[in-house]
């Protein structure tokens, strides 16, 4: 299969290409078995620049490979989309623990693992509230940790 892009299809690809990257790699130090096959696909993509005029986007460097220009960086929306997901996400999973934790606590993990999913998504629900309420109001000045000593 033969795919066709324009310059301006080929510059999004780029920028798709780099978000995907950061949510699969950037906790990464060194290329793992799971990552590599992406990578190789970015790869294959990013060497394709000077077909689409975007030498400027994308530079070559022995040790490196292929990899994005400073230019690109600057340009690119990625970090501003990362940037959302990683806000609303870090939230959504604050709260979802928080609530699973202070449910689990009130009716003990036997009691939990008998609710039928509707029932149990329901409950935690308004454990959810409450923090997403709470989070909303005054953000992280509420949360105080309590660490005991092993």
């Known amino acids: 299969m033969k ?16 978000t ?5 790699a950037s906790h990464e130090v060194d290329e793992t078995p799971e990552s ?20 400027d986007l994308v530079e070559y460097d022995e040790r490196y490979k292929y990899s994005y220009t400073r230019k690109f960086e600057d340009e690119s929306p990625s970090m501003k989309f990362i940037e959302v997901f ?8 604050l709260v979802d623990r928080l609530a699973r934790r202070d449910f689990l606590k009130e009716i003990g993990s036997e009691k939990f693992n008998e609710l ?7 409950k ?4 959810e509230e409450k923090y997403s309420e709470e989070f909303e109001k005054n953000g992280l000045s509420g949360i105080r940790i309590k660490i005991e000593k092993p």
Not at 20 to 24: R, S
């Open 116 to 122: 039928e999913p509707m029932e149990r998504f329901r």
């Open 124 to 127: 935690i629900g308004r454990y």
């Open 36 to 55: 590599a096959p992406y990578k190789e696909l970015e790869q294959t993509i990013l060497a394709m620049a000077k077909e689409f005029n975007c030498e």
């Open 86 to 93: 990683e806000n609303i996400s870090f939230w959504d999973s």
């Open 20 to 24: 995907a990257d950061w949510v699969i």
């Open 3 to 18: 795919m066709e892009l324009t310059r301006a299809e080929y510059i999004r690809l780029l920028h798709v290409l780099d």
